[in-house]
Each structure stands twice: as structure tokens, then as C-alpha cells.
């Protein structure tokens, strides 16, 4: 039987940030791991991290823009993780967001962008041939924890819609090597701006815009062992509908924000001290659409304990 890493060393709460939007879109990457914590076990995580661009993509043309100079996010999470049971878990993630531009008038926006909560579910676990395969059924939502301008991207930081998202992820391990893949639909909200009238590609004379829904698929490989993780990410994000930025003009909600990711997740448990660990990361656009080719790099702190007295 292959070597199985124990699961009260999950890594619990990494933060993967990829730029959605020309600012940034942070995402809880816990709902994308194929390992669970076990029953009465909780995971507390704080995690910071910045993200930076100084070109993008104005629909497929790619350019500069000295009003902006380079346009940076620094996000400040909180986030736990919860294990009702050995095959069900419940996460949330807090996030308090900055941007700033080092160029021109525009000024940056900081709050608590918006809070996030997942559900996942280990819905089949079964060895196969000499490793384990396992799916996972994740279903999460997001909903804004202030009044932050969705209108104002570049430095808006966030979109200030209601998500709903349905995730499938499997994951095969043998020894101490894993590949896994996932695919999400995000639903989003329609969302209010501060204007009575606004242009896509027609003119609409309504405060409301109908906000696109997404798609988000990536594939992983990596080593795992008792104290060091290492995994290699590639993501892909789609807007189902949206419209390209229009030459020399501000972005909208509702653009097509389409992103290919390429990103590295780090882990080390800390032997002396059971259930701290340290995750490390980032990741870079290697193609996009009316979205920012942004670096991005994080870390974070997390510590697993039993929430109940063991015999």
C-alpha cells in the first residue's frame, strides 16, 4: 500500500491571488486542495500578499499606461477551516484589500473587500492500482462586506457581486507524487453603480449591470511529504460574455476578463511545533484580456489544532 500523508498536516489555507480584473481577484485556494482535515480539527490561517502590474491586455492589444505607472494590491486574509467530518469540511476567508497606482490622480481604495465560505465534500476515495484516487464536490459563495466602488477599476478592489460557485476536483497520489485537476462555474449577481446611465457596446440608461458569469480550470503536480510540499499550478479563466475595454478608456464590471496563470505553492511543517506550517507562493499572467499582466506573491502562517480533548 502506498505511503499516505497524514491529514491533520493538510495544507489548509493557501491564498492563490490571480488577476480576474485589472486590479486583482483573490481565491481561497483551501476549496482546490484534494487533502481534507480531519473531524473536530480546525485550521487558522493568516496570509498576506501583493500583487503588482504595469502593462495589460485593452481587449487582445497589449500596452502601457503612464497615467498609471504600476498599479499594486496588497491583501491582508484571515480564514479557518473547519472539519465537521473526515469527508466534509467548512472554510471561510476575510479579506481586507489596498491598491494604489504610482502614477497620476487616480487614488487607491482600501476595505474589506468580501467574505467567502466553502463547502467540500470527499465524495469517493478508493485505491487505484498502486495510488489513492479521490473526488471532491466544493460548493462556495462570496458575498461584499462593504460598500466599496465596484466602478472605479483599475483600483477598485472588487466587483461587489453575489457568487455562487460549484467545483469538481480530482486527484490521483502514488507515493509521494500527485497530478490533480478541477473545473469551477461561477455565478455572479448583477450589481448597482453610481450612475444613472453607462456604454458597452450600446447604451443602457440603468444604474444595473448584468455581470458575466466565469469559468476556472486548472491542472497540478507536485510532491508531498510529511514536512515539505511543492506544487506547480497552471489556471485558466474564462468570462462567459463581457465586452473588451474600449481604446484609451477606463475598465467596466462587466469586461471580458479572461487570464492564463502559471503559479508555484510552497509548504513547510515545522517538526518542533505540531500543526504550524508556513506556505509561500506566486504566480504570473502569461496571457490575458482586459486584465493586468500581474506578478503575484503571498505567504502565509497557518495552525491546525483539535478543537476537542483527545483520549
Known amino acids: 500500500m502506498m505511503k499516505i500523508l ?7 489555507c493557501i491564498v492563490m491571488a490571480f488577476c480576474l480584473t485589472l486590479t486583482q481577484f483573490a481565491q481561497a485556494q483551501t476549496e482546490a486542495d ?3 482535515i480531519p473531524k473536530n480539527y480546525f485550521c487558522a490561517a493568516a496570509v498576506y500578499s501583493h500583487s503588482s502590474w504595469d502593462h495589460y491586455w485593452e481587449g487582445t492589444f497589449k500596452r502601457d499606461n ?16 473547519y472539519g465537521l467530518s473526515n469527508r466534509i469540511n ?3 476567508m476575510v479579506p481586507y484589500v489596498k491598491t494604489n497606482a504610482s502614477a497620476g490622480t487616480l487614488r487607491g481604495e482600501q476595505n474589506f473587500q468580501d467574505l467567502s465560505a466553502a463547502i467540500k465534500w470527499m465524495a469517493v476515495k478508493e485505491e487505484l492500482g498502486k495510488g489513492l484516487f479521490s473526488f471532491h464536490a466544493i460548493l462556495s459563495g462570496s458575498v461584499p462586506l ?5 466602478d472605479y477599476l483599475p483600483l477598485s478592489i472588487g466587483l461587489h457581486s453575489k457568487n455562487v460557485a460549484l467545483r469538481g476536483l480530482l486527484n490521483y497520489q502514488t507515493g509521494r507524487f500527485f497530478v490533480a485537476g478541477a473545473g469551477q462555474y461561477i455565478r455572479r449577481s448583477n450589481i448597482t453603480i453610481d450612475r444613472n446611465s453607462y456604454y458597452t457596446t450600446e447604451m443602457h440608461y440603468t444604474n444595473e ?10 491542472v497540478s503536480s507536485g510532491y508531498r511529504s510529511l514536512k515539505f510540499n511543492a506544487e506547480a499550478v497552471l489556471t485558466k479563466v474564462t468570462t462567459l460574455g463581457g465586452f473588451d475595454i474600449r481604446k484609451n478608456d477606463m475598465p467596466f464590471p462587466s469586461n471580458k476578463m479572461n487570464a492564463t496563470l502559471a503559479g508555484v505553492i510552497l509548504k513547510y511543517s515545522f517538526q518542533s511545533i505540531s500543526g504550524l506550517e508556513f506556505t509561500a507562493g506566486g504566480n504570473y499572467v502569461l496571457k490575458g484580456r482586459n486584465v493586468g499582466q500581474t506578478r503575484t506573491f503571498y505567504g502565509g502562517v497557518y495552525y491546525v489544532f483539535s478543537t476537542k480533548k483527545e483520549k
Open 6 to 12: 497524514p491529514l491533520y498536516f493538510y495544507k489548509c
Open 34 to 36: 484534494a487533502l481534507m
Open 66 to 81: 503612464p497615467n498609471l505607472g504600476t498599479v499594486s494590491t496588497n491583501t491582508y486574509s484571515l480564514g479557518g477551516n
Open 90 to 92: 467548512l472554510l471561510f
Open 146 to 150: 462593504s460598500n466599496y466602488q465596484a
Open 209 to 218: 449591470v448584468k455581470m458575466p458569469n466565469v469559468t476556472n480550470f486548472f
